[in-house]
């Protein structure tokens, strides 16, 4: 069964266009191949940069954000009650008002005590301010340096200028050294951030995120397979552009240089808006959607590989509608932090959910006593 199972899977017309085989992907006449066993070197990459990032993250942002004056706000313990833990971590981390009333009931504790509780129980579950410094500094930091990667890897190929030449002699193009290792170390990166998921900073797009990087590794690791690897390196670097800037951004916020860190933020979403929304839909997807079919008839890695680049292309619309949102903040308001983060509430600070539940609680009142003539 495995046998065959394998034999499917490795079906070369799923990964290879009609009339070409594995056998012509075989190193010959100084020709090297991507194989589908270097990615294997993905995973020991991904350990090296935790480590890396755990290294960094405890002597290089740690002591600057001492340096900079960046401290964690001191917090309440909630008092310990079985009743109300039980809530909490079986059923919801913000109870409704009725719930309220029958927590009041079961523990005698008054509404307001309740409800300060609960405050503080989600202020423990939260990442404190120097976590997120330090891992918005790691990210920065590495984006550069994959950005610059790119940009060595591709400064002077002619596929970069000429978007057709990504499929000139497709698929029988030679693996160069710098997309091996270009490939290997954006690999290894979002596969850290997988393993790393339970410890890192929870956000609001947290499932987003999580899809994002199945569908970037599922994408590397088939371009990587089916030779896709230019145009692959290319989709690289135009997503690692603007997330320096997003990262910059968010260390200086934590920093409190609060302009300069809406100017940086300005310039990433002019950047994003370029690089998601026109240059990846309108120069990107449509050199791998219309240039293949002028030089081989569409096979199953064809239609695949472009369906996972409308996936990418779906989430970076989800995203310019969040970053539009802070960018309006930014300009018209105050922004004070990432709109997808968790932030802290004051024990005496009702939190969105409560005022909005207060506000209708007053008006459904209101309109129910002008109804009775009150």
């Known amino acids: 069964m495995f046998q065959t199972v394998g034999e499917w899977l490795w079906w070369e017309r799923l990964w290879l266009p009609a009339n070409v085989s594995w056998s012509d992907l075989e190193d010959s006449e100084g020709r090297v191949y991507a194989k589908a066993s270097q990615l294997y070197a993905a995973l020991p990459c991904a350990l090296c940069l935790l480590l890396v990032r755990f290294l960094f ?6 002591p600057l954000a001492n340096v900079w004056g960046i401290r964690d706000r001191v917090r309440y313990t909630a008092e310990p009650n079985p009743i109300l833990e039980n809530y909490f971590c079986s059923q ?17 504790w008054p509404e307001r005590r309740i409800q300060v509780w609960f405050r503080r ?14 891992e918005a500094s790691w990210r920065c930091v590495f984006y550069f340096f994959a950005f610059v990667g790119g940009v060595l890897a591709l400064y002077d190929k002619p596929w970069l200028y000429n978007l057709k030449e990504v499929w000139a002699d497709f698929p029988k193009q030679s693996m160069l050294t710098s997309q091996y290792w270009y490939y290997l170390f954006e690999m ?8 790393s998921l339970t410890f890192d900073v929870k956000r609001k797009d947290f499932k987003e995120q999580v899809l994002h990087h199945i569908a970037t590794l599922t994408l590397l690791s088939f371009s990587w397979i089916s030779n896709y690897i230019r145009i692959g390196t290319i989709v690289m670097a135009v997503h690692d552009f ?6 910059g951004a968010k260390v200086l916020n934590y920093a409190k240089w609060h302009q300069t860190a809406n100017v940086m933020f300005g310039v990433f979403t002019v950047l994003f808006m370029l ?3 026109v240059i990846f839909p309108f120069w990107v997807i449509h050199c791998t959607w219309v240039y293949p079919v002028e030089r081989f008839d569409p096979f199953f890695g064809y239609y695949f590989f472009n369906v996972m680049l409308v996936v990418l292309q779906i989430l970076h619309l989800y995203w ?18 990432d709109d997808r ?18 506000l209708s609680h007053i008006n459904g009142s209101g309109a129910r006593g002008r109804a009775n003539g009150h």
């Open 275 to 277: 690089t998601r929304l």
């Open 320 to 337: 310019a509608a969040l970053i539009s949102r802070m960018f309006y903040k930014c300009i018209f308001g105050k922004l004070e932090g």
């Open 92 to 108: 919801a981390r913000l109870p409704s008002q009725a719930d309220v009333r029958s927590l009041c009931k079961k523990t005698s």
């Open 57 to 62: 993250e405890r002597y290089l942002a740690t």
């Open 188 to 195: 290894g990166f979002y596969l850290s951030l997988l393993l």
């Open 242 to 247: 603007a997330d320096i800037l997003l990262e």
């Open 121 to 134: 129980r989600r202020n423990q579950e939260r990442p404190g301010l120097r976590k997120r410094f330090c």
């Open 341 to 358: 983060s968790d932030e802290e509430e004051d024990d005496d600070s009702d939190s969105p959910q409560e005022r909005d539940h207060k």
